[in-house]
């Protein structure tokens, strides 16, 4: 799936995080009862993401293979000798949460987007720790058609989940190009941490007044906002997109995506 169809496919599910079904991790931290309850229907399946730094994938996959309390009980000592793998880190946090120790899963994803950081472990695991926001997808992706060499590397470095590498491309792109606006969001993008919001959007917010004609500011506020269930709002900047170029290719996302978001809604228009 190309990058524009899956931020139209993720984006067109945002009303539902938008009407407030909050479900994941944190929530049912709030929810169990004393005694834990398992969560998971299904034993679940051991996350290994390809080059990933790790020497305990068969420890993971044999652990795994049995049912979560026991999986979580083998995993236990596995996290504690190896606090920086994300891959025993993410894994143990999910046995726990299938086995119904909730508060200590939560713990333990945390613990995962550290060790994790700058790889896909470090996405998901924000993900499941925000489940207020949109959860099914990565972090907002950057889309430009330049083919500025910096633009393009970070765009790269992002789709195979290294946000913080792409961060650091873009953000040099920034400060050698200090008038391009693409370049200025990129490097706002880049800095998206759902722990920090601020890290985007004080950076992205101030780009509208700098470039109030930049159809790139405007759809990337607009796909910020969708991302963290802002839904009017996004609408709003979605509209402002398209109307600063309804023929471009940012343009004819932002209408598709305006589409999506108010079909999804009730009062849309």
Same mark, same amino acid.
């Given at each position: ?5 899956? /931020? ?21 931290? *709030? ?24 020497? #305990? /994938? ?26 920086? &793998?994300?891959?025993?880190?993410? #894994? ?33 695991? &924000? ?34 989940? *290294?946000? *913080?590498?792409?961060?650091? /491309? ?6 050698? *190009? ?6 200025? /969001? ?6 998206? &941490?759902? &722990? #920090? ?73």
């Amino acid at each position: 799936m190309s990058p524009a169809n899956r /931020v139209r496919l993720i984006v067109g599910l945002l009303a539902v995080v938008a009407a407030g079904i909050v479900v994941g991790v944190v929530y049912a931290t *709030h929810q169990s009862p004393s005694q834990p309850t398992a969560q998971c229907k299904q034993a679940p399946k051991p996350f290994l993401v390809p080059g990933t730094p790790t020497a #305990n /994938v068969a420890a993971v996959r044999a652990a795994l293979a049995q049912k979560p309390v026991a999986a979580a009980m083998a995993l236990e000592p596995l996290a504690f000798q190896a606090p920086n &793998d994300p891959v025993v880190q993410f #894994n143990y946090a999910t046995a726990l949460y299938c086995a119904g120790f909730t508060a200590d899963a939560v713990q333990a994803y945390r613990a995962a987007k550290t060790a994790g950081r700058d790889t896909y472990y470090e996405i998901q695991s &924000d993900l499941l720790l925000h489940p207020q926001f949109f959860t099914q997808a990565g972090y907002p992706p950057f889309l430009s058609e330049s083919h500025d060499p910096l633009l393009v590397q970070g765009a790269i470095l992002q789709r195979a989940g *290294h946000q *913080h590498s792409a961060e650091r /491309v873009w953000s040099r792109a920034a400060r050698l *190009h200090p008038n391009s606006d693409e370049a200025q /969001v990129a490097a706002a993008v880049g800095r998206f &941490d759902m &722990d #920090n919001l601020s890290a985007s959007f004080s950076k992205l917010g101030p780009l509208v007044r700098r470039f109030p004609k930049s159809q790139s500011v405007r759809y990337h506020l607009g796909l910020l906002l969708a991302w963290t269930g802002q839904r009017n709002q996004s609408i709003t900047e979605f509209r402002l997109a398209r109307s600063l170029g309804p023929k471009t290719p940012l343009g004819r996302e932002a209408g598709k995506l305006v589409g999506g978001l108010v079909a999804g809604g009730t009062n849309g228009r």
